[in-house]
């Protein structure tokens, strides 16, 4: 079944702030929610994330009807990424070097960022590009 695009790109927006306080803190605490989220997402897809409930409960019901829908296979793979930058992140934060959190966390920032902003998502068009080599490979 299909999602609404719009949950998606709002959940990028969430993060994208959680992840700038993350930078702007160092707070490992807060970093180890976002993974939590990305882990919630990546195990059950966009709508069982923690932004997706909040989507979903809160937000869709003011907007109008989705006109456009997307496959939950690539958002769902974009969540296993930003779960491992920051589960890299964590590392880097809590047991050092701390340049390492600092790099992967604004790693996964610009990512977020990029979706939420301009609804590029780095880790769908990953998903499609590895789908599309695994098709010419058999």
């Known amino acids: 079944m299909d999602i609404d695009v719009r949950g998606p790109r709002f959940g990028a927006a969430v993060t994208t702030v959680v ?11 807060l970093l180890a929610w976002q993974l939590l989220a990305f882990a919630l997402g ?7 994330s923690p932004y997706g409930w909040l989507f979903r409960r809160v937000v869709r019901p003011r907007l109008g009807p989705p ?13 296993v990424v930003g779960l491992v930058f920051a589960v890299v992140g964590l590392v880097g934060y809590t047991a050092g070097p701390r340049w390492l959190g600092l790099a992967a966390t604004g ?11 301009f609804g590029y998502c780095l880790g769908c068009e990953a998903y499609l590009l590895m789908r599309r ?3 010419r490979a058999d």
């Open 19 to 29: 992840l700038a306080v993350v930078l702007v803190t160092g707070s490992a605490w």
């Open 67 to 79: 006109t456009q829908f997307e496959a939950p296979q690539p958002p769902q793979f974009a969540q």
């Open 107 to 117: 790693v996964a920032l610009a990512a977020a960022f990029l979706n939420a902003a």
């Open 133 to 135: 080599v695994a098709v």
């Open 42 to 48: 990546a195990a059950g897809g966009v709508t069982r």
